[in-house]
């Protein structure tokens, strides 16, 4: 469970997204399933650019949360 601002969900899911991207970064293909978004989805690189205009840090600020409580929340998720 993470309790964030009033508002600021958006934010969390922005910077879950961004660090997500980070860690498909480090290792390409673990992360992200990338066929099934290919498969099932439209305007992910649209999203992609949109998300490159934010920084990660200012969202997790808007939440109010620690990286490291969002960091596990991401490894949680992440594709595996």
């Given at each position: 469970?993470?309790?964030?601002r009033i508002n600021s969900d958006l934010a969390l899911l ?67």
């Amino acid at each position: 469970y993470l309790q964030v601002r009033i508002n600021s969900d958006l934010a969390l899911l922005k910077a879950v997204c961004k660090l997500l991207l980070e860690e498909e970064e480090k290792a390409p293909g673990q992360v992200i399933d990338r066929a099934f978004i290919a498969r099932h989805t439209t305007g992910y690189d649209a999203f992609l650019n949109h998300l490159h205009t934010y920084d990660v840090d200012e969202l997790l600020a808007q939440t109010g949360l620690a990286r490291t409580d969002v960091q596990a929340l991401v490894e949680a998720i992440r594709y595996k």
